[in-house]
């Protein structure tokens, strides 16, 4: 175990207690509908192997119940949005009166997509999330407004996308010319903030595992996203998690779709290299 238990001092006492091995991942293994094996945990990739064995997706760390509705999509609730979005997608929109399908074929036509966004976008010189490249098609290709960056045909949309890469494994690139964001990202993940001066890491990488309130900690990967949380009863998209859990550090957050969160977004996707899209996935 190379986890390392930070000097949180009062703080740390307050806000986390021990794991005692109760608070652990549990054993178990995602198959979703009898057929498509997730990868929910493996080796870390090597650029963070000096902080991290493992890399362990959020599944692991929820209760039995949450995990089942998880494996049967019939039981997620996420594929109700998941069919809302196959709807848009063969519905025309915009100027040109096109709609996804007709450039893109069928939604299944777009698996492996997922796995390799946020990516490096050579002509327009730029690390794009999957959500800017849906708008860059709305507004380019089909002459449509911009979707709301989380709203609910964004969201939804990431949804059918990642639905149809399910268990393939993330795979984003952090070279070449991504990598001064990818840098930006790991520079804001590893950055105390607000009154609780705490950083990504010091809950994501130093105290997963262990419960903080009554929620168990995962590692924050974002394999799973967009989630469908039974706490707020919808999807919710990767960058309003990012605000959710910096503003319970009493900070000021940055906006959805910022330059600051796509380059975090990046950071945290290549720390889940190796695990398995799971989108939509559910969550408490
Ligand atoms: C008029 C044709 C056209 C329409 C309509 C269109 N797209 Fe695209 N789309 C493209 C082209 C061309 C590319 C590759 C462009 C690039 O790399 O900049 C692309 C790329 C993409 C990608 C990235 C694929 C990859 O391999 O990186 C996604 C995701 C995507 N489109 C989603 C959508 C969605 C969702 C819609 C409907 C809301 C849509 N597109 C509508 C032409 C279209
Ligand atoms: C005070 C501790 C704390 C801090 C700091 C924190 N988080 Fe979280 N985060 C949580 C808790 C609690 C949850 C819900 C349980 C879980 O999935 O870990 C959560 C959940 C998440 C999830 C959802 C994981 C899943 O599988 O659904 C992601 C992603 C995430 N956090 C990313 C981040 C990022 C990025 C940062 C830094 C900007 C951050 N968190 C900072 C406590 C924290």
């Not at 109760?22 to 178990?28: E, H, N, S």
């Not at 996804?100 to 990516?119: S, T």
């Not at 950055?191 to 595992?209: I, K």
């Amino acid at each position: 175990m190379k986890r390392t238990t930070q000097a949180l001092g009062a703080l740390g006492v307050v806000l986390f207690s021990a794991s005692m091995g109760l608070a652990d991942p549990v054993d178990d293994t995602l198959i979703i509908n009898e057929e498509t094996e997730i990868v929910t945990r493996t080796a870390a990739p090597a650029h963070i192997s000096d902080a991290l064995d493992e890399v362990m997706s959020g599944w692991l760390f929820r209760g039995a119940e949450t995990r089942a509705m998880q494996a049967d999509d019939f039981d997620n609730p996420g594929m109700i949005f998941v069919e809302q979005a196959e709807e848009k997608w063969a519905s025309a929109d915009g100027s040109e009166g096109k709609s996804c399908a007709d450039c893109h074929g069928a939604p299944e036509e777009m698996a492996g997509v997922r796995p390799v966004y946020p990516k490096w976008n050579e002509a327009a010189g730029e690390v794009r999330t999957l959500e800017m490249q849906i708008n860059d098609c709305r507004t380019t290709r089909m002459g449509a407004d911009k979707w709301k960056y989380t709203g609910g045909d964004m969201v939804n949309m990431t949804a059918l996308l990642a639905s149809v890469s399910r268990g393939m494994p993330v795979d984003v690139a952090i070279d070449g010319p991504a990598q001064s964001t990818w840098e930006q990202g790991k520079e804001l993940y590893y950055t105390r903030t607000g009154q609780l001066e705490l950083s990504c890491a010091n809950c994501h990488e130093d105290n997963y595992g262990r419960m903080i309130r009554a929620d168990h900690l995962s590692q924050g990967q974002i394999n799973g996203f967009p989630t469908y949380r039974l706490k707020n009863t919808k999807l919710n998209a990767v960058h309003s998690r990012f605000k959710g859990c910096i503003r319970d550090t009493r900070a000021e957050t940055y906006d959805a779709g910022s330059p600051e969160f796509v380059a975090l977004e990046l950071y945290v996707a290549s720390r889940g290299n190796g695990l398995g899209v799971e989108g939509p996935s559910v969550r408490n």
